[in-house]
Each structure stands twice: as structure tokens, then as C-alpha cells.
């Protein structure tokens, strides 16, 4: 690889992990609201306040679990971050209307990698949004798993979107110090994106993130 691949830590909880997060070099910062399941969710209005204190160039993801187009936009603008990233499967024509009414704000698709079919999910996908974002979430499930599982999908199935994609794709799913750099080699990804991994009891941990970006580097 030219370059290290940019490091997202999802799950913020307050400004004081925000400010840790990026004093550890996190381009990327994951902000959670409402969700069926999983770790991490806040507030909208605690979303908002850490957003307009995080500095430019570091990225502000807004997760959503929402699919409507008109809820997506009014939640945007109530929270503020720069970047969608649309956890669920969107129906038909909804990039295209994020697009229009959100101008300069990054679309993030987030592909949960199950089989064959997220592949072909995923390069259906690439052309309408920003990037992608490959977790092991399982939106099949009767109460929806859409991130926040700890767990490692099929990296072969990740290369594989890797390969065939044009926009750059970050990689989550159970990533940790001792895993990282394998996952690094076998998928490629422009971006790691960090939850559990680098937590203890629930809160971002230093010595954790610290290891972490000692193994991405050494990969």
C-alpha cells in the first residue's frame, strides 16, 4: 500500500473520547443515533454539540438508521455532520435525493458482508455514494443488527468489493490490535473503522487505540 489507512473510531460517547480520538490520529469519527440494536447510540443534541467541536480535516459520521429520505435530511440538519453514514439499505432514488438537498455532505453506505450477494450489493451501490463501509452487522434478523457486533466477517467477500468497487471502503467488523494487520493484507481497505475493539467497559480506551495504531502501522 502507497499509504496507512485512515482510522474511523465509532461510538463516541462525549467530547472528552472525541478529543482522545483524534489526539490518537482518528481522521474519522463515528457518532451513533437512534439504532435497533448495538453499542454506542447518543442524543441527537449530543451528536450536534461534539460535531461543532470536532476540527477540520477530521470527518464527522452521522450513523442513521433511517430510510426515509425527508427523515434522513431533517436529521442531518439537526446534528450537523459532514458525513452520512446509512447503516441499512436505502430504497431506490434515496442517495440521489440526499444528494440534492445536502450538498457538499459525504454519503457512506455501510454493506453488511453476509455472502455473494453483499458483493453484488456493494458495486450496485458504489456509483451513488462517497464510499463504502463493509460491517458484520445482520439486517435480515428480526430485531435488525446494524453495526456494533465485535465480530469478523468473510475477508475473501471485503476483497472481493475491494476489487471490484471504485470508491474507497472502509473495513469494520471485530478489528483489534491482533488482528489488524492480517486484515489489512488480505482486504486493502482505504479506512478501518474501530468500536469494541478498542474499548474497556463501554469507554475508549488509550493504551488500546495506542496498540492499534502501533499494529496498523507495522502491517
Known sequence: ????????ICCIRDPAEARLAIQCGAAALGLVSAMPSGPGPIGEDEIAAIAA????????????SLTDAGA???QQRRCRCNTLQLVDAVPAGIHAQL?????????????HVLDQGSVDEAEALAPHVDALLLDSGNPRLAVKQLGGTGRVHDWRLSRQIVERCSR??????????DNVAEAIRQVRPFGLDLCT???????LDAAKLAA???AVAAA
Request: aromatic content about 6%.
Open 197 to 203: 475493539g478498542v474499548r474497556t467497559d463501554g469507554r
Open 168 to 177: 474507497p471502503v472502509f473495513l469494520a467488523g471485530g478489528l483489534r490490535p
Open 212 to 214: 492499534f495504531q502501533r
Open 72 to 74: 434522513i435530511i431533517a
Open 99 to 111: 444528494r440534492a438537498a445536502l450538498p457538499g455532505i459525504a454519503l457512506v453506505q455501510v454493506i
Open 1 to 8: 500500500m502507497n499509504s496507512l489507512p485512515r482510522i474511523k
Open 53 to 64: 467541536q470536532v476540527p477540520p480535516p477530521v470527518a464527522s459520521f452521522l450513523l442513521t
